[in-house]
């Protein structure tokens, strides 16, 4: 049961880093709009989704994107997909938005995959934009693409949740959503870190202390 195991909330890409460096399971509560953006995603049926950081990010912890880009291709290829790439800035060219991609892309390149389209991070109206059914989606993206990151380096159980509405979902359909993923990882790990993706954030911090309150209370 989830409540014999250890369930914590933390901050940023140091937080998660941590996190997935003491075992835990890790998830991105990033709601303007990463984690809103994947959540979104998995309606539309996507394989796959992922976090990385953009090129030329100043943190304070180690992340390569190029290795995410490795990891995105290595599903798609399994699965017989393409890779659909979210990035910043929402209001911008693809050109723009590419150009902050160079080393997932590389690391994509390298290991055989195909980038299929890229498109802004706008949440629950992002799969409008492309088909993501099937697809590996990577979002790329200053706070919850490095924190997912810095986690994916230390581990690979990295998952995403979020409390807004999404493609399908609504009310506080996603929030449960977010429970049960984070249950279905728990059976493997000591515990689970809900990382707020941003502490400058309320509404990260504030959703990752609701779906850790849904979790420690076993809600259906």
């Known amino acids: 049961m989830v409540r014999y195991k250890k ?36 309606d539309a049926g996507a394989a796959l989704v992922l976090g990385a950081s953009p090129d030329n990010v100043r943190v304070p912890v180690s992340v390569s994107p190029d290795l995410i880009g490795q990891e995105a291709a290595r599903k798609a290829t ?28 590389a690391g994509i390149y390298a290991a055989g995959g195909k980038v299929e389209a890229v498109v802004p991070n706008m949440g629950a109206e992002t799969p409008k934009l492309v088909s993501m059914e099937n ?52 059976a493997d790990h000591r515990g689970i870190a809900i990382v707020a993706a941003s502490r400058n954030s309320q509404e990260d911090i504030l959703a990752a202390q609701f779906i850790a309150s849904l979790l420690m209370g076993d809600i259906e």
Do not use: W, Y
């Not at 399994?78 to 892309?105: D, F, M, Y």
């Open 7 to 42: 369930i914590s909330v933390t901050t940023d890409a140091s937080g998660a880093q941590q996190a997935a460096r003491e075992g835990l399971v890790v998830m991105i509560v990033d709601v303007i709009d990463m984690s809103t953006t994947l959540e979104s995603a998995l």
């Open 135 to 186: 697809r590996v989606v990577v979002a790329v993206t200053d706070t919850g693409g490095v924190a997912f990151d810095a986690a994916f380096q230390e581990q690979a159980t990295v998952i995403t949740g979020t409390v807004a509405r999404t493609l399908t979902q609504k009310g506080i359909q996603p929030a449960l959503t977010a429970v049960r993923r984070a249950r279905k990882h728990l």
């Open 78 to 105: 399994e699965v017989g997909t393409g890779i659909v790439i979210v990035a910043e800035p929402r209001v911008g060219s693809e050109q723009e938005r590419l150009s902050r991609c160079q080393k997932l892309l």
